[in-house]
């Protein structure tokens, strides 16, 4: 079987003199997690790295990437930077990570040119979100106030609270059903404008905070507040392998037309 191949963006440790390991260097990674979710299904995954850097002398581009796989999912992990959406950070621990985002806004565009669908995680959504003319609220606990709790630091990705699912989305219909469905919360950072293009499928019922969109146009991007990859059996959350399986027939049909 020829396998779909599946790009993973990467994360970024930039260089930290109080690092133990390769304090002087860039790494860049991806989370055991992610690479496992997709392989759930059959694809192989392949971490993107940036080409970009100090050390960089070579003539690959994103684009390059785009063209020789599949479809691409956008990781969790850091902040985004809010001079990516034109504002100031609040605080300095909100800084984010200006690198990483030109580097995943450069591959969003370039899969999306290419026709292959981009699915989101977390900092993906709201990567994407900002990636196509939207903004964020730096924090949600600050710029919303009365808010619920959508990171805890000690239960981490055990975080779980309800989402609804809008009626008549696509969202519906590969979860069975609008309405509410349980998902596990790691995020401070969240949608404050939604980018032109778009469209909501679930929202926190409790805040109204922006969970879920998909693209309403011809290309294929869809994503999540929520980690899916952090989502097992026995935990009581939503089965979302579907939205899994529907990157993957985009991926599939992506293949047959290129």
């Known amino acids: 079987m020829d396998r779909l191949k599946i790009g993973i963006s990467a994360c970024f440790f930039h ?5 133990k390991v390769a304090a002087s260097k860039t790494l860049q990674f991806i989370e055991q997690s992610t690479a496992h979710w997709v392989m759930s299904l059959g694809a192989l995954p392949f971490m993107v790295p940036a080409p970009s850097g ?30 990516s959406y034109g504002e100031e950070p609040l605080r300095p621990e909100w ?26 995680i977390c900092r993906g959504l709201q ?5 196509h003319g939207g903004t964020l609220y730096q924090d949600i606990a600050t710029q919303k106030p009365g808010s619920r709790t959508h ?19 696509r969202l519906a219909d590969l979860l069975g059903g609008s309405g509410n469905h349980t998902i596990n919360s790691v995020h401070h950072q969240g949608i404050k404008d ?8 679930a929202t926190s019922p409790d805040d109204g905070v922006i969970e879920a969109i998909r693209a309403t146009g ?18 009581g959350v939503v089965d979302d392998s579907p ?16």
Do not use: C
Request: cysteine-free; hydrophobic content about 45%; overall charge negative.
């Open 15 to 19: 260089p930290d003199p109080g690092r």
């Open 54 to 83: 100090d050390t960089f002398r070579g003539d690959v581009a994103v684009a390059d990437y785009a063209r020789a796989l599949d479809g691409i999912v956008m990781h969790g992990g850091a902040d985004v930077w809010p001079g």
């Open 95 to 120: 800084t984010g990570d200006r690198v990483r985002d030109e580097y995943e806004m450069a591959l969003v565009r370039a899969f999306s040119a290419a026709g292959k669908p981009v699915f989101g």
């Open 127 to 131: 990567l994407i979100n900002v990636a």
């Open 151 to 169: 990171r805890d630091a000690d239960t981490y990705d055990l975080n779980f609270h309800d989402v609804n699912v809008l009626p008549g989305t």
């Open 194 to 201: 939604l980018a032109p293009g778009f469209k909501i499928e």
């Open 218 to 235: 011809s290309a294929w991007i869809h994503a999540v507040q929520w980690h899916p990859e952090f989502h097992r059996a026995g935990l």
């Open 243 to 258: 939205l899994l399986q529907d990157f993957l027939d985009a991926a599939q049909a992506a293949r047959r037309t290129s």
